[in-house]
């Protein structure tokens, strides 16, 4: 089993920055492949961002390429998300995720541990 805790979350300003964080207990993460989803209000949970478990692959949502980037510290058990150019309709709650095969991609079947979510409101 997989822990997972999501962190930074909070409110900014359109333009603005924040920078998630995700610990991981109960195994390593170094084989597995992690995202970040994020859930807007009367929308579907969606992809964000994804790693693979080695690092060396990424994948972005076209929304937020450029802005966004995801990276992991395998030997801390971490996983971030750097937000940066933050508009309002990145409002939404931010999942961190993680799956067995160690891809970069999945739809949210695809992913067996989740975390609870953190809260991130960007105002116009």
């Known amino acids: 089993q997989v822990q997972l805790v999501e962190s930074g979350g909070g409110l900014v300003q359109a333009g603005g920055s924040l920078r998630l964080s995700c610990a991981a207990s109960?195994?390593?993460?170094?084989?597995?492949?992690m995202a970040w989803f994020r859930r807007a209000p009367g929308k579907e949970r969606e992809f964000v961002a994804g790693i693979r478990w080695s690092g060396g692959g990424t994948s972005y949502a076209s929304s937020v390429r450029g802005r966004f980037t995801i990276s992991r510290d395998n030997a801390r058990n971490t996983l971030t998300l750097q937000m940066s150019s933050l508009k309002p309709e990145d409002t939404a709650v931010y999942y961190c995720?993680?799956?067995?095969?160690?891809?970069?991609?999945?739809?949210?079947?695809?992913?067996?541990?989740w975390g609870q979510g953190t809260q991130v409101t960007v105002s116009s």
């Open positions: 109960g195994r390593t993460l170094k084989t597995l492949g």
């Open positions: 995720a993680a799956e067995l095969r160690g891809l970069e991609y999945g739809t949210p079947n695809d992913y067996d541990y």
